[in-house]
């Protein structure tokens, strides 16, 4: 791309990031055609704690779907999960008895990351449809052995990362790949909260059970449960794998028993040599979940941890390299407003039509995505390989922040 944007790039741009544009189909067209379906998917919700409670919740208000049995093993988070599902659903609490119920078409894994590995792998071999939560994997081995195994598979495997059905998403990705921002170099990611992340409980007994974000046994912890989003969205919107991976981590704050980390700040570089900072810490809200894209002409920031909001910066000495003043208030293709503000290096926001506000609309556009490719015999938008890339990422973080040393992206990563 050349490195000044010429007049017409700029009108161009302008219309670009202003216009308020469709993503490839409409939901409505998507829910009318779900609707019409004359059979519904029946899906099974292996884990009903807060995560799998809501989307039981969400998926009664999706087209095309019902949730016909739950599974959990502590009692309470079962009857949480049934309240949400169809009349009649069956509870469980052994998943291996739930995949034996016939007429269950998915599954849905909502449980802690180390037990998506194996409960995905039998859900797989019970011939069911798979929704697995992110991460993936707790480990490399586990990601490229559960990808080998859905690819030889004819399942819709679904990985839970809803950002990647955001109409914003898709427009800020899609302004990327076209150049918008230049060439990348720098992004960074701010996963921030002040929280200690802790679930009470008076029952010790049920600590693990709660609280296994804290454990190494069960969790990758912050670079799992946090960055692990903004890692998928970085690898696809960049349409490229990390090369190499360093970063610090440690327990410096909460000296509570905990095994993962308190706080992460991780480095990825990326083909081209651009870089990628990862960072979560639960001592800090300033930033909160934001994304950061910086490229030569432009840079585009996005807010807010669900319902996201995104806002363009164009580069003021490539603007004022190509437009005068005076050709600037000749320009018709953008606003007045725009204009002014364009020159001043002022935010443009990123606009789209019918974009999702909140958790419950992106999850429920993704698990309108599954259902849809159940039905068509399609790929999801967020599918095993997205999945297993970042797993295998996460992991490559915590073991470069767990042995103080940079980690190498390997060929027979690839899938």
Known sequence: MSSNINRRKFIQLGAAVTAAIPFTMSMGSINNNLESSEESIRIGVIGTGNRGEWECYILKQTPGIKVVACCDIIPAHLQNGLNEAEIGAKGYSDYRKMLEQKDIDAVLIATPQHLHYQMAIDAINADKHVICEKTLTLNTEDALILSKRVKSSKKVFQVGYQWQSSLLFNKIHQMVQDGKCGKITHIRCNYNRNTDWRRKTEDQKLERLLNWRMYREYSGGLMAELCSHHINIVNWILDSLPIKIMGMGGIDYYRDGRETYDNVNTIFEYPGGTKASFQAITTNAFESTTIVIMGTE????????????????????????????DELQKIDAISSATRKAWARNEPIPITVENNTIDDLET????????????????TPISNIDNGRNAAIAVDLANKAMDNNQVEYWKAEYNG
């Open 298 to 325: 432009g840079s585009i920031v996005i807010e807010k941890e669900e319902g996201q909001i995104a806002h363009y910066y164009s580069e003021p000495s490539k603007v004022k390299s190509v437009l005068s003043d």
């Open 363 to 378: 999850t429920r556009a993704m698990f309108i995505d599954f259902v849809d490719c159940v039905k068509n015999n399609k």
